[in-house]
């Protein structure tokens, strides 16, 4: 499996940078010229040119910012993955599933959904990402 198909992709990084999630992950999505790929950049490196730079953050880091009883699965098909709440049943019309081609990318998507309704703060996620 490509690298590429393990993290978010760099609109959901971006988007995640955008409403302040720290730049802590594994890998970093790398945008110049109108290129982009997946990358491990050295700090120097993330540091010198922080607007080229974007965390690619893996299934495990979305696994852990995301919340309590939130989990993702494969759909039946094998082209498609979910995200979805499966706590306490009064709270479900709260949390809505997410799906995409990618177990990260349908995690990241709920991780944004999570954040734009105010379901959970940055600083949760950060802290749980850093502990």
């Avoid at 988007?15 to 110049?32: A, V």
């Avoid at 491990?40 to 490196?45: A, G, L, R």
């Avoid at 299934?59 to 993702?72: D, F, I, Q, R, T």
Wanted: proline residues 2%.
């Amino acid at each position: 499996m490509k690298l590429e198909q393990q993290v978010c992709s760099l609109e959901q990084a971006k988007r995640l940078q955008k409403l302040g999630i720290l730049r802590n992950s594994i890998f970093h999505w790398c945008e110049y010229n109108g290129a982009s790929k997946v990358m491990q950049p050295n700090k120097y490196e993330r540091e010198m040119s922080p607007d080229i730079y974007f965390s690619a953050f893996t299934v495990a880091e979305l696994g852990v910012m995301l919340p309590l009883y939130y989990y993702s699965y494969e759909g039946d098909s094998g082209r498609e993955w979910y995200c979805l709440y499966d706590g306490d049943e009064s709270q479900y019309e709260k949390y809505e599933f997410t799906n995409s081609h990618t177990e990260a990318e349908a995690r990241a998507k709920m991780l944004i959904h999570l954040l734009e309704n105010n379901l959970t703060t940055t600083s949760d996620c950060n802290n749980r990402l850093n502990s």
